[in-house]
């Protein structure tokens, strides 16, 4: 059986070396069918893109040739990244910085992957808040089911950082929606879907 994360996400996957030294499997979404989620919501492509926790800048670098205005932010930053997502950094399109430290993001599709699994209850209010001008909020991280799934399926869910917040699903609907989110459970993509409310 393969391991579990390329079952949940068998579309994109690609390794890189952390600040650990170790070489990890990142698994993501691309962002050609996130802009096809925000096409089918809004009747038009994404124009401008952010990644909160860009890494080595795969998901940004893919989204700017796509022809979208692209940038993100990561807390931390890898000690090697190739060549050609070097510019990214250098040209601040990626930040190193915490989304915390941000003002509100602008720009019409967020993505996050993984990343609001690493903040406190409370942080994860503060940041929800940063994205309340986007349009789509995209989010995949891992939840207790997948926990289960992935130890019935004889695996361990590992990753380099130590993730806070591992909930049920439906704990993490309810905490969109209470952030001012309309949230849905994109099952084909594996992926939280979350519009802001916006007050009429
Ligand atoms: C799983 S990686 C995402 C990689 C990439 N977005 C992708 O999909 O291929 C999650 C990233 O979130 C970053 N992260 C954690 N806390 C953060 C924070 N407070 N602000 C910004 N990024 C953060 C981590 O450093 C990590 O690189």
């Given at each position: 059986m393969p391991h579990y994360y390329y079952q949940k996400y068998p579309y994109l996957n690609y390794n890189y070396r952390d600040t650990d030294g170790f070489i990890w499997t990142m698994f993501s979404i691309p962002p050609e069918m996130l802009v096809a989620e925000f096409a089918n919501t809004f009747g038009r492509p994404p124009k401008t893109f952010f990644d909160c926790?860009?890494?080595?800048g795969v998901i940004v670098w893919r989204a700017e040739r796509m022809g979208m205005d692209a940038r993100g932010i990561d807390i931390k930053k890898y000690p090697y990244q190739c060549s050609c997502y070097d510019e990214l950094f250098k040209n601040g399109k990626?930040?190193?910085?915490?989304i915390l430290d941000s003002e509100p993001i602008i720009a019409d599709l967020v993505f996050c992957n993984g990343t609001l699994?690493?903040?406190t209850e409370d942080e994860l209010a503060q940041v929800l808040d940063k994205f309340r001008p986007c349009k789509m909020l995209c989010a995949i991280h891992n939840t207790t089911e997948d926990v289960d799934a992935a130890k019935a399926n004889g695996d361990e869910l590992t990753t380099c950082n130590k993730p806070r917040l591992i909930r049920p699903r439906q704990w993490w609907m309810d905490t969109f929606a209470q952030n001012g989110f309309s949230p849905r459970y994109a099952a084909h993509l594996q992926c939280f879907c979350a519009t802001p409310v916006r007050s009429a």
């Open positions: 926790g860009a890494a080595t990626i930040q190193i910085k915490s699994t690493y903040f």
